[in-house]
């Protein structure tokens, strides 16, 4: 009989897995003991899933530093909240300015502005293992622009932007900053207002443990922009204008208050092990890849070699195989679970120079172990062996 193959989940950049047990428990006893729909009717049931999606707004406010959690706009993805603020921020036209690092949930939303309302926008180059030179974005910037996009950490290189030097350029020269956080939420320390970010979007479905439907958008006081969508908020019902106040502005149809319950619980699991040690967790294991990836033969490594400047995602190709071969070999032959080919980032492919294979991708979460790289890593050798 054949053994069965370990299974190895290393795909933590698009979604992670397995999410903490009490994730799992959070959805199911929301499902069965709350049940209702929050925010719409006055029984039992809608006011208990009322409280929990309050309660989870009260916890990612918690976890941002936010002051008022109300500006803690829950949306189904990141793509769902920077497309909030991307076709809000330009339904008027005007510039945008964005890196070439950015996910196509940057990118396209932008093309989309540029052919239906004539929006401008430019794309400041990062070096070729990921780093932005804050120099070049401020010399990207024009009277006209409206709009900074950037990405806290690619989802291809790992690579880190400077987000302190960024802000303080947007605040300088006043000019409105939108932060992809969809790789650094849970993995990094966020505080919006303490950095002086006007939009900061997320998935809950990443670092922070909840399901997959779940995202965030944070909106700075007086940062408001037009909904993305219109209707029923269980607010203000006699009126056809959709409510002014956040977060039902942004939040009209039935939440995924489930799933909402979960990322409760996912947030609660990152405050609780605490992002420092999150950090640090990740580090060790991406020190670990690098350090074995190096011992074997064949091997290209992307972004930089400094932890500093990384979080947890390793772009890497093996001579001899096109990414999406290998991403397949190891999955069928080992029973790892990577990703391959561009990650819905062709602009940051072209950027260190794989666009036409793309990279296969390994990324961790707080809850993959050393046994999982080493397992990676011995699939690799032996693999390279059979390429030479
Ligand atoms: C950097 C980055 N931005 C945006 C997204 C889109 O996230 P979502 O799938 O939650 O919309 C991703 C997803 O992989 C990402 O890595």
């Known amino acids: 009989m054949e053994a069965a193959l370990r299974d190895t989940?290393?795909?933590?950049?698009?979604?992670?897995?397995?999410?903490?047990?009490?994730?799992?428990?959070?959805m199911?006893?929301?499902?069965r003991d709350a049940g209702g729909n929050p925010g719409r009717s006055g029984h039992h049931r809608s006011l208990q899933a009322g409280r929990e999606v309050l309660l989870t707004r009260e916890a990612v406010a918690g976890l941002l530093k936010a002051g008022d959690p109300s500006?803690?706009?829950?949306t189904k993805n990141a793509t769902e909240a920077l497309n909030i603020i991307i076709q809000g921020k330009l339904a008027l036209g005007g510039n945008a300015v964005m890196t070439s690092l950015e996910h196509n949930s940057v990118w396209r939303p932008l093309e989309a502005m540029a052919t239906r309302k004539g929006v401008s926008y430019s794309i400041v180059s990062c070096s070729p293992d990921g780093a932005l030179e804050v120099s070049a974005l401020e010399d990207a910037l024009l009277p006209e622009t409206r709009l900074i996009v950037c990405t806290h950490a690619s989802n291809?290189?790992?690579?880190l932007l400077p987000l302190g030097d960024i802000a303080a350029l947007a605040a300088r020269r006043g000019i409105p900053l939108l932060v992809d956080a969809a790789q650094t939420a849970g993995r990094c320390e966020l505080d919006p207002e303490g950095m002086g970010i006007d939009y900061l979007a997320f998935s809950g479905h990443k670092e922070l443990f909840g399901p997959q439907g779940t995202g965030v958008l944070y909106i700075a006081p007086g940062a408001e922009v037009a909904p993305l969508s219109y209707g029923g908020t269980g607010s203000r019902s006699?009126?056809?204008?959709?409510?002014?106040?956040?977060?039902?502005?942004?939040?009209s149809g039935t939440l995924n208050a489930a799933g909402l319950a979960g990322l409760r619980a996912g947030v609660g699991f990152v405050m609780e092990k605490g992002v420092k040690k999150i950090r640090l967790h990740e580090r060790e294991l991406t020190q670990r890849l690098l350090d074995g990836l190096a011992h074997l033969s064949g091997i290209t490594v992307y972004g930089p070699p400094e932890w500093k400047r990384r979080v947890g995602v390793v772009s890497f190709n093996l001579a001899g195989f096109t990414s999406s071969e290998l991403a397949s070999r190891l999955d069928d032959a080992y029973g790892i679970c990577v990703r391959s080919g561009l990650?819905?980032?062709?602009?940051?492919?072209?950027?260190?120079?794989?666009l036409e294979g793309g990279t296969?991708?390994?990324?961790?979460s707080y809850l993959s172990t050393a046994e999982d790289v080493d397992h990676l890593i011995e699939a690799l050798g032996e693999l390279a062996s059979t390429s030479d």
């Open 28 to 31: 199911d006893r929301f499902a």
């Open 343 to 354: 990650h819905c980032s062709p602009l940051a492919h072209r950027t260190i120079g794989t």
């Open 9 to 26: 989940y290393l795909d933590n950049a698009a979604t992670t897995y397995p999410k903490p047990e009490t994730v799992y428990r959070a």
């Open 360 to 364: 296969v991708r390994a990324s961790f």
């Open 238 to 251: 006699e009126s056809s204008a959709q409510p002014d106040f956040l977060p039902d502005r942004y939040e």
């Open 156 to 159: 291809v290189t790992g690579s």
């Open 71 to 74: 500006r803690i706009v829950f």
